[in-house]
């Protein structure tokens, strides 16, 4: 029985290697309208994802998010880091592989995309606002990991709201691993690019703020259900 768990749990590995960068690759860029199709859309392809392993293994596409559960005591150091390994490989291998299918064009309108919103060539928030909202944004994502019950619809109705309001820095709610992979990628095909890892120190400080006020709202309201009872 135990080699049987311990092959689903292989199986569940190996899909969050291979196959939920790929999703993540469609369902976690920036859209141009703030329609409410491609939230749905982007909301629903993460629900099916998670679904399919969350039962067999908690591991995130999420850095921050790993790095939250290893302050809650969730998860071990060695697992934490693990999963951050994971992760850098498996979004290695989706970016490449969406890369080579798209041009340089089209890789950087769905995936690299780091530029605050601007339409006609007026920006419609300046960096201060769009860094806040990030902020935010990446607590309420993180904070939807939180709940342990229906927890795949929660956090996919979560990243269906934020794709709906966030005006993103760089096209990622502050996913350090996937902007320093597409950013490598996009300048391995294409040198002349921009990086956009120019900018990830800024996607550095919204990921550990907002892991940060998430762990502490969540030592709040431990301590003020603790009182209670």
């Not at 999703?23 to 141009?32: E, T």
């Not at 041009?103 to 606002?129: C, H, P, W």
Request: hydrophobic residues 50%; negative net charge.
């Amino acid at each position: 029985m135990d080699d049987v768990v311990e092959e689903k749990n292989k199986i569940a590995r190996f899909h969050n290697l291979l196959i939920r960068p790929n999703i993540a690759c469609f369902a976690g860029q920036y859209q141009r309208s703030n329609g409410l199709i491609y939230p749905f859309l982007s909301a629903f392809s993460l629900y099916i994802s998670r679904s399919l392993v969350l039962s067999l293994t908690p591991a995130h596409l999420n850095p921050a998010v790993t790095f939250l559960h290893w302050l809650r005591n969730e998860v071990p150091l060695a697992i934490a880091v693990t999963f951050c390994l994971v992760q850098l490989v498996g979004f290695l291998f989706g970016v490449s592989l969406f890369r080579s299918l798209v041009s340089q064009t089209e890789f950087n309108d769905y995936v690299v995309m780091y530029e605050i919103v601007a339409v006609d060539g007026v920006r419609k928030i300046n960096r201060l606002q769009a860094f806040l909202l990030e902020v935010v944004l990446s607590m309420i994502f993180h904070l939807a990991h939180s709940l342990r019950d229906r927890q795949e619809t929660t956090v996919a109705a979560a990243w269906g709201f934020i794709q709906f309001v966030s005006y993103p820095l760089y096209g990622f709610t502050s996913n350090i691993t996937l902007l320093l992979v597409t950013s490598t990628v996009s300048y391995i095909f294409s040198p002349l690019t921009t990086p956009s890892f120019l900018l990830l120190y800024l996607n550095v400080f919204a990921s550990l703020i907002a892991a940060l006020a998430a762990w502490c709202l969540d030592l709040l309201c431990q301590r003020s259900v603790e009182e209670e009872e």
